[in-house]
């Protein structure tokens, strides 16, 4: 069974960064591909970034793009966001997804889900 565990949330001033990392375990981390979502508080879950099985394709939302960058350690089985100029509006519940295959950017097409961290960007 996959498990995935997100860490690195935080509060973080505006124009701030913040390294998210989420491990996955229990099968081949190099199978998944694996993305990003936030959910903003009282908002749907959005997609924020994916990265394919070898770190060939990236993507990204266009609210995030030039400023976050998503990687991957498949020896670590660790995906990795890294967050920097940190607006208030990127405040929210950060997920990291996995599923078997190839990149994708709508939430219906991953298969496993972390418990998500907590961001906060705020004076």
């Known amino acids: 069974q996959v498990q995935l565990v997100e860490s690195g949330g935080g509060l973080v001033q505006p124009g701030g960064s913040l390294k998210l990392s989420c491990e996955l375990s229990?099968?081949?981390?190099?199978?998944?591909?694996m993305g990003w979502f936030r959910q903003a508080p009282g908002e749907e879950r959005e997609f924020v970034a994916t990265?394919?099985?070898?770190?060939?394709?990236?993507y990204y939302a266009d609210s995030v793009k030039g400023r976050f960058a998503i990687s991957r350690d498949n020896a670590k089985s660790t995906v990795y966001l890294q967050m920097n100029t940190l607006k208030p509006e990127d405040t929210g519940v950060y997920y990291c997804a996995a599923r078997a295959g190839l990149t994708a950017t709508k939430e219906s097409e991953y298969n496993y889900w972390g418990r998500g961290t907590r961001i906060t960007v705020s004076t």
């Open positions: 990265i394919s099985r070898f770190s060939g394709n990236e």
């Open positions: 229990g099968r081949t981390f190099s199978a998944y591909a």
